[in-house]
């Protein structure tokens, strides 16, 4: 009975262990989602700067000849700043996107150690089961003992 008891006591312990893993779980899949929907948002913005950049050059190009010197420069110092808000923000999504690989790479293990976790569980039940049937047979043997014995 000691032994069913350990058993039963170390199933709970994994059960409440398994709990705190699907909440961490939980918890991660949620940031995860945020993230997601971050780098969407970077990836939105990085592709409408690249639009107004296009659309910017080819108006340019269309009345570039009608311009001033200086508001050639103008433009060209201001598509100068368009690239480097292009480049500083392909550098955002990119950072954003690798935290989004390391959060999904920590969501993948998670799920890993609860996939353990219920086959540790398992295990207990199925050593628990066997160790009941164990005694069971026994108490049966014994009893069978008795009554052929009298």
């Given amino acids: 009975m000691s032994n069913n008891l350990q058993s039963k006591a170390q199933t709970q312990q ?15 899949a949620e940031n995860f989602e945020k ?6 948002g970077e990836r939105k913005q990085l592709l409408q700067l690249q639009d107004y ?20 420069g ?20 990119t950072e954003a996107e690798k935290q989004l690989d390391k959060m999904r790479k920590t969501l993948c293990e998670q799920q890993q150690k609860i996939n353990v976790l219920d086959d540790l569980i398992e295990r207990e039940h199925l050593q628990a089961a066997h160790v009941q049937n164990h005694l069971q047979q026994k108490e049966m043997d014994e009893h069978s003992t008795r009554l052929y014995c009298r």
């Fill in 53 to 72: 950049e296009t659309d910017y050059l080819e108006k340019i190009k269309q009345e570039q000849g009608a311009w001033t010197a200086e508001t050639t």
């Fill in 35 to 40: 993230a997601v929907n971050f780098v969407q």
């Fill in 14 to 28: 994994l059960e409440l262990v398994k709990d705190q893993a699907e909440q961490k779980q939980r918890e991660l």
């Fill in 74 to 93: 103008r433009y060209r110092n201001f598509c100068h700043q368009l690239s480097q808000a292009i480049v500083e923000q392909s550098g955002k999504l």
